[in-house]
C-alpha cells in the first residue's frame, strides 16, 4: 500500500509542485539560450511520434497529421495552446495525487512540454535534416495484431457491429446495437482486440465500448460478480463492460493468470461514437476475442463494475458535487478506472477508505472531457490491491455555468439521463476479485518485487 498516495500526502504533494513551479521560472529561462534552442527535427519530431502521432496522421482520427515539419509548421501556435494546457494528448489525470504509473499513458512530461513551447516561441525552426528520427512503422491496423501471439492467424470469435452510416456534416452519433455472441459454453478470454472495419471508417470512429450482457447465475458460485446479487439484475446486465476502444488503442491482454468470463447465451451491446469525416461513411467494427485454451482457464475472474454517486439535480448555473460510496464485497486488485459523464461533466475523484480508516485517492480526473472516454489502467506494480471491506468513494463534479465550455446552455436545470444533455456521474471500474488468502499473498508478493526493484537500484 505504500505506493499510494495517502491524503496527507496531497496536501505537501501540491505545496511542493507550486513550489518547484515558481522556483523552475526563472532557471528554464537562463538555460534557455540560443544552443539550447529545440529544432524540429532533433527535439519535436521523436515527442511527436512517441505522443501524438497514434492520431495525428493520415486516415486517422485527428485533424492534421503532425508527421513532417511541413505538415506541423502551420500549427505551431495551436500546438503549444494545447499542449500547454495538457488539453493534448488527450490525458485527464491531475499530476499532482494519486496513482502515477499506467500501462497506457499518452500524456507528455513536464520535460517534453518545456520543448515544445519552446521551440514554438523560438520560431519553430526546422533544424537539420539529418536529425529527424526514421518514419514510425505503424502496425497495419487492417490485421489482426495480436493472432501471432498465440500461434493463430485470426481470433477464435468476431463479433461485428450493425452498419452505421455517418453522412457528410452530421453530428456526432451515439450508436447502440446489441448483437448475440453465439456462444454456447462459457469460455474464459485472454486478449480482446478492436478494430473499425475499414480504412474510412478509422477517420469516424472516436471510441467504442462493448458491454457484456450475460446471466450472471450460470456462473460458478464462487466467481458470480459479487455486485450483481439477483438473477433479473444479473440477466439485464451482469457482465460489465467488456472492452473499451479509442483511437490509438488496439486492444486488451488480461493480466496473467487473470481473463474474462463469457457465459452461454451472452450478447454483445455496443456504444460507438461517431464523429464526423467529411463525407458519407458507413463502418462496422469488429471485436476479436481471443479464449484461453480448454483446461487452461486462469484462477481469477475480471469484471467491470458501474460504480455511480446519484442525486444529480443541478440547477442553472451552479457547480453541484455528487458523491456515492461502494462497499467492496470481496478483496479485488484495481485493474481500471473510467469517469462517465456528459458535456457538464467537471472532474472526478476515486479514493478509497481501507477498513483501518486510512483513505487513500486512488485517481482524480481533474479536466473531464466528454470527447475523450479514457479509461486509465495502472500498471502492474501499484494496480490497487484492496482487502474486503474498502469502501470506493466516487465524487463527481458538474459545470453547469458558462464557464464549462462544452455546456450547451447553463440556464437550463440539468438531471439524470441517457441523452448527452442529461447528466451522468459513475465510473466504470475493473476489479478482479480474490479470495482474502490470494489478496494477502499478493501483498506479498508486490512487497518483495518492490524491494528487489530498490536493491537493483542502488
Ligand atoms: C488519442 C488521439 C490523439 C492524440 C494522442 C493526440 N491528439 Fe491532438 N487531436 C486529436 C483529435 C481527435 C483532435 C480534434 C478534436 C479535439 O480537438 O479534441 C485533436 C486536436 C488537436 C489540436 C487542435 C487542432 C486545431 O485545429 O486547432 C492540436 C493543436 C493537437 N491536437 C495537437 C496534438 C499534439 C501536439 C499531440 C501530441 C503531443 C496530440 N495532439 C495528441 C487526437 C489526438
Redesign the pocket.
Known amino acids: 500500500m505504500s505506493n499510494l498516495k495517502t491524503q496527507a500526502w496531497r496536501g505537501a504533494g501540491l505545496a511542493t509542485v507550486a513550489l518547484g513551479a515558481l522556483l523552475a521560472t526563472p532557471l528554464v529561462a537562463i538555460a534557455a539560450e540560443p544552443t539550447t534552442t529545440p529544432t524540429f527535427t532533433k527535439d519535436v519530431a521523436p515527442?511527436?511520434q512517441a505522443?501524438?502521432e497514434?492520431?495525428?496522421r493520415t486516415d486517422s482520427?485527428?485533424?492534421?497529421s503532425?508527421v513532417t515539419f511541413e505538415e506541423t509548421r502551420p500549427?505551431a501556435s495551436?500546438?503549444k495552446?494545447?499542449?500547454a494546457a495538457r488539453q493534448?494528448?488527450?490525458w485527464h489525470i491531475d499530476k499532482t495525487m494519486g496513482i502515477q504509473k499506467f500501462k497506457n499513458d499518452?500524456s507528455?512530461t513536464d520535460d517534453q512540454i518545456d520543448t515544445?513551447v519552446r521551440w514554438v516561441n523560438a520560431g519553430s525552426p526546422k533544424g537539420d535534416p539529418k536529425d529527424m528520427p526514421a518514419a514510425v512503422k505503424w502496425p497495419n491496423e487492417q490485421v489482426w495484431n495480436f493472432a501471432p501471439l498465440f500461434g493463430q492467424t485470426e481470433p477464435d470469435l468476431i463479433i461485428r457491429s450493425t452498419p452505421y452510416l455517418q453522412k457528410a456534416g452530421a453530428q456526432d452519433a451515439w450508436w447502440k446495437p446489441s448483437v448475440p455472441t453465439g456462444l454456447t459454453e462459457a469460455r474464459w478470454v485472454r486478449a480482446i482486440e478492436t478494430r473499425p472495419s475499414t480504412v474510412k471508417g478509422r477517420k469516424i470512429v472516436?471510441h467504442a465500448i462493448a458491454r457484456l450482457q450475460q446471466d450472471e447465475s450460470l456462473a460458478p458460485a464462487d466467481l458470480r460478480d459479487p455486485d450483481v446479487d439477483s438473477s433479473a439484475a444479473a440477466a439485464a446486465g451482469g457482465g460489465g463492460t467488456f472492452s473499451e476502444w479509442?483511437?490509438?488503442k488496439q486492444g486488451e491482454i488480461m493480466r496473467p493468470n487473470s481473463g474474462k468470463l463469457m457465459l452461454p447465451g451472452a450478447r454483445i451491446t455496443w456504444d460507438i461514437h461517431f464523429s464526423n469525416g467529411g463525407e458519407d461513411i458507413t463502418d462496422v467494427v469488429e471485436l476479436g476475442i481471443y479464449f484461453y485454451p480448454k483446461g487452461q482457464e486462469p484462477k481469477y475472474r475480471q469484471t467491470l463494475g458501474l460504480w455511480g454517486t446519484g442525486g444529480i439535480d443541478i440547477a442553472p448555473n451552479e457547480v453541484k458535487v455528487t458523491q456515492g460510496f461502494h462497499t467492496m464485497a470481496r478483496a479485488g486488485r484495481i485493474e481500471s478506472v473510467q469517469p462517465h459523464m456528459h458535456l457538464r461533466g467537471k472532474a472526478m475523484s476515486i479514493e478509497a477508505i481501507l477498513p483501518t480508516g486510512q483513505k487513500q485517492m486512488l485517481s482524480y480526473i481533474n479536466d473531464f472531457n466528454f470527447?475523450?472516454h479514457n479509461s486509465y489502467v495502472y500498471a502492474d506494480d501499484v494496480a490497487p490491491l484492496l482487502p474486503k471491506g474498502t469502501i470506493i468513494v466516487v465524487t463527481a463534479w458538474h459545470d453547469n455555468t458558462a464557464a464549462k465550455k462544452s455546456n450547451p446552455d447553463p440556464t437550463q436545470w440539468v438531471g439524470p439521463g441517457d441523452r448527452t444533455v442529461d447528466e451522468m456521474a459513475h465510473a466504470w471500474i475493473n476489479v478482479t476479485y480474490m479470495s482474502d488468502a490470494d489478496y494477502v499473498a499478493e501483498v506479498e508478493a508486490r512487497k518483495v518485487a518492490t524491494t528487489t526493484q530498490q536493491q537493483q537500484q542502488q
Not at 482520427?61 to 492534421?64: D, E, F, Q, R, S
Open positions: 515527442i511527436f505522443k501524438c497514434a492520431c495525428h482520427i485527428a485533424p492534421m503532425l500549427f495551436a500546438i495552446a494545447r499542449v493534448m494528448p488527450p499518452r507528455l515544445i472516436h479509442a483511437v490509438g470527447n475523450w
